[in-house]
Structures are given as structure tokens and as C-alpha cells.
């Protein structure tokens, strides 16, 4: 549980009023601009504009005072034309079901992009975890496997950890989707969920991955543009999984991050953070809240620190005109599922600021886990350095290849991105056709 945030602090989170922001909606236009690319079939498009399954459930958990409190969880598997339905699950108190949908046609994308036999998918509960107690997490956790039941398996759904969640509630999952299986099955079924902790047969480097993949663009970008990294400055907002570990591992490189935010509010430190020091803060605390060594600013103050690195590792639909417009970087690295919605995207690639998309840049969170269910299902165990070069080479192809499309065709990043993912899937539907 995190120490509770000022009054100030909070006030300086909240974003300027906008329209209401439908993210399924956003996510479909992108998908009609890469369509129109690659000269994609309309009757593919129309199979890929919505998903699959939508699944809700409803389930009871006791809560610690002995009230039972009914919880509202969904999954959405988006298409497994390619492989199992694969995505986060979300613990927040804005989960929604157009969120999924977005979220889980992404996984789609995301996974076509970078060569892994998966589908995309993805669930949450709508809810926030840090206002319950552990035993209380564990509960809900368990309580929402048993209600998913046989919604999801190692060869046909894999959940993973996403924003509220992480090793230890996989853990549970896990757990709980072993044992209602039958003791024959038990084993057979470890790979249901990617992200477990390693010792519960997780992968080295996960943790990690989503960040780690991240960093590997920004570098390519860098030698792309001749960018040195040694001494470059960034901003971060998100400072959970992704944001810290990607800051970590930007310190290695010599880049300094100068100001970070979170839900508890924004710091600031022009002589930069020490990354280490900083994720641990947030590891014991929760949030950025109480971090001595940064001063706190408001939400207008972080978007307009001067850096020569944004990354947004937070929520999505962060960066609309008012955010873009104070931006004041030469690159945004998008560490977060759409956190730029499409009128600050325009405006930073109208003021020639580098876009790296989500699709591509945080795509290393579900190719590592694809790594973890192949040692699963091999009864393998990988070195880091196996499951770091594995990553690396992926990262860097993936990214070349946008790259090289998007020079080819005239289009932005993102766009290059779904076209690419786009041409994989197209080749599978001609191929093999709608049964009957």
C-alpha cells in the first residue's frame, strides 16, 4: 500500500478536460490507414474489426471484514488466427470494456509484428488494487480465474501481468487454474499464464522484457539519427514495470532521467534520478510519493521540462494537444499502450518530434513471455543471456523492418507498425479461408 499523496500531488495528476476518448475507436482507425496501405481485402478487415469473444463475468470475493463484494471481470480474445489468444490482465479502477478491445486487438498486432505464433487478447477487473489488502488481491485473483474456467488454457488463452498486476498475482493464477484441472493435468498446464515469478516457472528476464525492449529501439533510433545517448536526458511517466526498469537501463547507457511521474503526482531533478534508488523507492512504497530526492511539480511543469527523451510508460490517452504542445523532446518512446491519442500525435509529428509506437517499442513484454511458455511446454530452462539475445535480435529486426517499410511507403512509424502486422495475418486468411 503507498503512502497516500498531497492534496497537491493529486490535483497535479488529473488531466485538462477532454472529449470522452474512445480508445477501440482510435486503435480501428489506425487499422484503416494501414489497411488502405497494403491494399488489405475488405472482407480480412471486417473480420479484424472486432473481436472474437468478448467475455464478463460477475463473481463474489469475502473481503476482510466479512462482507462479500461482487467484482466485474472481463476478457477479450480479440483473434487466434495465428496462435493462442495472448494479453495482460489489468487491475485499475478504469477498465472498460472498449479499453480491452483496444488493448486486446493490439496484442494482435503486436504479436503478427514480431513473428510469434500467438493471437491477442486481453482482461482486466475494474477496480483498484492498492485499496485492498493482500489477502484480499489473492482472493480476487483466484476468485476471477475460477469464474474465466475454461475460458482460458495453455493452448488457447495465456493471460499475462499488465497495469495493477504482476509475478506474485500470476502466481495465484496460476495456481488456481492447476489445481481446478485434475491432478493428471496439473503439470501440463503451467504455461496458462506468462510472468509467473521464476521460481514458479517463470523465465529469467521477463521482468524486465517490456522495458528491456523499449531500450532496444530507443538505441536503434539513436544510431539512426546519430543520437548519442551518453549524457542524453529523459523524462518518464509511469515509474512502474515498464518506466523503471527502461530508466534503469537507459543509467547504463548513460542517459539521466531529470523528471518522472506517476498516479501520486510528478518530481523533478535536473542533475537526474538514480534509477536504481528510485525503483526501490517505488517497490516499497507504491509510488513516486515521498521520494526524497525530487522536487515536486505540477503536471504542466513535467510536460514542459526540456529533455531530449520523452517516454510515456503509463496509461493510455496521456498526450492529447495541450500535452503535445508542451513537449519539449526530440523523440517519444512509447513504453505504454496509447498514451498519445491521435491529435497530440499529430501535432509532435508536425513538429518533426520522432515517434517509437507502442505496437512496436513495447512489444517486449509479450515476445519474453512467449519465450517463458515455450520453456513450459519444452520443460526448458534458459540462461538470461539466452532470453536477452533472443529478445535483442527480435527487437532490433522488428524495428528494422518498420523502419524500412515506413521509408518504402511515405507513413509514420505506427502506421508502417499495423501494415506490417496487417500483411502477416492477410497471407493466413487467403490461405486458409473462412470455414465452412
Not at 487478447?121 to 485492498?132: L, M, Q, S
Not at 532496444?216 to 533510433?221: L, N
Not at 511521474?261 to 526501490?280: R, T, V, W
Request: proline share 5%.
Amino acid at each position: 500500500m503507498s503512502s497516500a499523496p498531497s492534496e497537491s500531488m493529486k490535483a497535479a495528476t488529473v488531466p485538462p478536460a477532454e472529449h470522452k476518448y474512445e480508445f477501440f475507436k482510435v486503435v480501428q482507425d489506425y487499422l484503416d490507414r494501414a489497411a488502405k496501405v497494403i491494399d488489405l481485402e475488405p472482407w480480412v478487415a471486417s473480420i479484424l474489426s472486432q473481436p472474437k469473444n468478448e467475455l464478463i463475468v460477475h463473481f463474489p470475493v469475502r473481503m476482510d471484514d466479512g462482507s462479500v463484494r461482487l467484482f466485474k471481470g472481463y476478457r477479450i480474445q480479440h483473434n487466434n488466427l495465428l496462435g493462442p489468444f495472448k494479453g495482460g490482465i489489468r487491475y485499475h479502477e478504469t477498465v472498460s470494456l472498449d479499453d480491452l478491445k483496444a488493448l486486446a486487438a493490439m496484442m494482435t498486432w503486436k504479436a503478427a509484428l514480431m513473428r510469434i505464433p500467438y493471437g491477442g487478447g486481453k482482461g482486466g477487473i475494474k477496480f483498484n488494487p492498492r485499496e485492498v489488502s493482500r489477502a484480499e488481491l489473492q482472493r480476487i485473483s483466484r476468485r476471477f480465474v475460477h469464474a474465466l474456467g475454461a475460458n482460458i488454457g495453455p493452448e488457447y488463452d495465456i493471460p499475462a501481468p499488465d497495469v495493477g498486476t504482476n509475478g506474485q498475482v500470476m502466481a495465484w493464477m496460476t495456481d488456481t487454474f492447476m489445481n481446478t484441472v485434475g491432478h493428471i493435468n496439473k503439470q501440463a498446464v503451467k504455461g496458462v499464464v506468462t510472468g509467473k515469478p521464476v521460481a514458479s516457472g517463470g523465465t529469467l528476464g521477463r521482468e524486465k522484457a517490456t522495458g528491456q525492449g523499449l531500450v532496444h529501439c530507443i538505441t536503434e533510433w539513436a544510431k539512426d539519427t546519430r543520437f548519442e545517448l551518453e549524457g542524453a536526458t529523459y523524462t518518464v511517466q509511469g515509474f512502474g514495470n515498464v518506466g523503471s526498469h527502461a530508466s534503469v537501463l537507459l543509467s547504463k547507457l548513460g542517459a539521466s532521467c531529470i523528471a518522472v511521474g506517476d498516479h501520486s503526482g510528478y518530481l523533478s531533478n535536473p542533475e537526474g534520478f538514480n534509477a536504481h534508488k528510485l525503483q526501490d523507492h517505488v517497490a516499497q512504497k507504491g509510488s513516486i510519493a515521498g521520494y526524497p530526492g525530487g522536487k515536486a511539480i505540477t503536471r504542466d511543469e513535467f510536460f514542459r521540462t526540456k529533455a531530449d527523451l520523452f517516454l510515456p510508460c503509463a496509461l493510455e490517452n496521456q498526450v492529447g494537444e495541450h500535452e503535445a504542445r508542451l513537449l519539449d523532446v526530440k523523440m517519444v518512446g512509447e513504453g505504454a499502450n496509447g498514451p498519445l491519442n491521435p491529435l497530440g500525435e499529430k501535432i509532435l509529428l508536425d513538429r518533426g518530434i520522432a515517434i517509437l509506437p507502442d505496437v512496436l517499442a513495447n512489444s517486449g513484454g509479450v515476445t519474453v513471455s512467449y519465450y517463458e511458455w515455450v520453456q513450459n511446454k519444452r520443460s526448458e530452462s534458459w540462461t538470461l543471456e539466452e532470453v536477452d539475445e533472443k529478445l535483442e535480435t527480435t527487437m532490433k529486426r522488428a524495428y528494422r523492418e518498420v523502419v524500412t517499410f515506413a521509408q518504402e511507403k511515405k507513413v509514420d512509424l505506427r502506421v508502417a507498425a499495423y501494415a506490417i502486422a496487417l500483411q502477416r495475418i492477410a497471407v493466413v486468411y487467403r490461405e486458409r479461408e473462412i470455414f465452412p
